[in-house]
């Protein structure tokens, strides 16, 4: 998947979400980072109600993505947990659990800077908006504000990953291989490049 940020959170009040909104649209303007207000106007949902099912007309909030960086969404359900609207199309409770609200930000390619400034701008909010709030951070930057784990933690990430770019840049389907036989013998050229200590970056 790459370096990532999870999290997930309830806001202290739903009348909160236009002064939220109002505040990253303005970061997002000084910074150039793009975004998109999401204003719930065709939701037959109340404001602290909650549903079996969901739509993304039920959502108000912003989402912004920086350069290079997936979106990060501060959007938020009627019940007032933050969730990601693009998992309310395929997500149905009775067949599958998306974990409509947790969101997931990879940044990997956007750099260790951005991701400081996607985690500062959440820790800002999170203190002056959210009841709740949890942040996985595989940066290990969150709460701790290091920057030398952050960027050992970048290189190790791109480490592997060319690693395994490296490792499959000749791999071709072979005549009346099937996509199945293909990702299986893709997985056993990594488990051995693993099991071989190719993949050890020395840290």
Known sequence: MGLSVHYSGRIKNYGLIERITN?????CESLNWKYQVFNNNRS???PGSTAE??????????????????TAFLTFLPNGSLCCPAKLIYYDPAT?????EVVH?????AGPDTHIALLKLL???KEKYFETFWLDDEGYYWEKWDE??????FSRYNFILDSVATALADVKLAPGETAESLADRIEDIL????DDGEFNSGD
């Open 105 to 109: 930000v990879k940044t990997q390619f």
């Open 44 to 46: 037959k949902l109340k």
């Open 23 to 27: 505040e990253v649209e303005d970061v």
């Open 96 to 100: 599958n659990d998306l974990m409509i």
């Open 123 to 125: 820790h800002y909010l």
């Open 191 to 194: 488990k051995k490049k693993f």
């Open 53 to 70: 099912k969901y739509t993304p007309h039920d959502v108000k909030g912003i989402s912004f993505t920086p350069p290079e960086c997936e």
């Open 148 to 153: 030398k784990i952050l960027l050992s933690q």
